[in-house]
């Protein structure tokens, strides 16, 4: 479904249907969707000519070209990839589209499960704690509903990098406009399509604690169409269609 609304191919038929129901209900899914993607890809460029050369990259979802790896080989060629989800259809589609350089893996797991994750031969593999990490929790954490244990995840994280490693962060918020008129029933799609979480959305206040620990880069927690955008500055009109904040933090 969100490749759907990325406007990518790699979906099916019952994803289409049921995407076309969320966006029925909740048309500010396709511009928050790919104001989401286009942040990710700025802040990845941003990491590698800060000088990362080895990223994680965990919930990456469905991959919709250009994933991260390729973002960043354009950058400096010699940037390592670990990609992280949950989904083992993701698993099917990451031997076509994240796996083509010797640079790159992939591996299934689970963002609550930090240590294991954190110990899986293939982070062992392409990433060396002894330098710089790019951290990559790109629209997953408002997954978590339990503002604790999402804190302490992240801490968790932050506490095994290095320091001058980065973080990415974007996170579904309401701050900007009211989402619940149709959020209600987009979420029962998702539950009819067997999604076991749905996203709990968090004011300015809540997010921001999530990068204690780390330096905010200018401009700091955003809107993401705000934070570096390639070319003019979106218009307040196109602003109020997406209800996410991003912000990338430089580790201590």
């Known amino acids: 479904m969100y490749d759907f609304y990325l406007g990518g191919r790699d979906n099916y038929e019952v994803d289409r249907e049921a995407a076309q129901r969320v966006i029925d209900f ?18 990845v460029r941003h990491l590698v000519r800060a000088g990362i050369r080895q990223i994680i990259d965990i919930g990456t979802g469905i991959p919709t070209a250009p994933n991260t790896h390729q973002v960043a080989q354009e950058v400096a ?14 698993a099917t589609h990451a031997g076509a ?45 408002h997954f978590l509903p339990d503002d604790a244990e999402a804190a302490a ?3 968790a994280y932050r506490d095994a990098l290095p ?19 149709g959020m209600g029933e987009a979420r029962d799609v998702y539950r009819q ?17 999530f990068f204690d620990g780390y330096d905010l880069v200018d401009p700091g927690l955003v809107q993401i169409p705000l934070w570096h955008p390639d070319g003019e500055l979106p218009t307040a009109e196109e602003l109020s269609h997406v209800g996410t904040y991003g912000g990338i933090g430089v580790k201590l």
């Open 193 to 209: 399509r067997g999604a076991t979480a749905t996203v709990t959305t968090r004011r300015y206040e809540q997010i921001l604690p």
């Open 97 to 141: 589209h994240l796996l083509g350089t010797g640079n790159t893996g992939f591996f299934l797991g689970d963002m609550r499960d930090p240590d294991a994750i954190l110990g899986h031969p293939t982070i062992g593999k392409l990433i060396d704690f002894d330098q710089p990490v790019g951290l990559l929790l790109v629209a997953v954490v």
């Open 77 to 90: 060629p010699d940037v390592r990839v670990a990609y992280i989800d949950n989904d083992p259809i993701v």
């Open 153 to 155: 995840l992240i801490a």
């Open 26 to 43: 909740f048309p500010d899914i396709v511009p928050t969707t790919r104001a989401n993607r286009q942040f990710m890809h700025r802040a």
């Open 163 to 181: 320091a001058g490693s980065m973080f990415v962060l974007t996170h579904a918020t309401e701050d900007f406009h009211s989402v619940e008129a």
